[in-house]
Nanobody, 121 residues
C-alpha cells in the first residue's frame, strides 16, 4: 500500500533552517508529482510546494518563495523540502502528499503522518 513517511521536523530559531524528507513506497515514485502541505493551528491546510515527476517543474506558495526549495531523488523514492530563513509564521505540521489515479478508485490523495516544525526563539 502507499506509504509516505516524513522526517526532519523540530524546533528551530527564527532565521534558521530545516530539511524535511518524505520517504515513499507502494507506488511508482518516478511517475508522480509530489507535494508538501502544511497546517498551522486553527488554519486550513495549505499547499507549500510541488515538484513534477521529473523534478523539472517546481511551484511554491508566495509565502515561501525564495526561502524553501523542493527537490526529489527518484532513485531513493524520497522528496525533500529545504527550508531556510524560517519565520514564526512557518510553524505548522508539514505533510507530504501524492495524488494517484487508478481505474478502480479514480484519483486518491495519500498523506503522510506529518512532521511538526516549530519556529520560535
Amino acid at each position: 500500500q502507499v506509504q509516505l513517511v516524513e522526517t526532519g521536523g523540530g524546533l528551530v530559531q527564527p532565521g534558521g533552517s530545516l530539511r524535511l524528507s518524505c520517504a515513499a513506497s507502494g507506488f511508482t515514485f518516478s511517475r508522480h508529482a509530489l507535494n508538501w502541505y502544511r497546517q498551522a493551528p486553527g488554519k486550513e491546510r495549505e499547499l507549500v510546494a510541488s515538484i513534477s515527476n521529473t523534478g523539472r517543474t517546481l511551484d511554491y506558495a508566495d509565502s515561501v518563495k525564495g526561502r524553501f526549495t523542493i527537490s526529489r531523488d527518484n532513485a531513493k523514492s524520497t522528496v525533500y523540502l529545504q527550508m531556510n530563513s524560517l519565520k514564526p509564521d512557518d510553524t505548522a505540521v508539514y505533510y507530504c502528499n501524492v495524488q494517484i489515479w487508478s481505474a478502480s478508485l479514480g484519483t486518491v490523495d495519500y498523506w503522510g503522518q506529518g512532521t511538526q516544525v516549530t519556529v520560535s526563539s
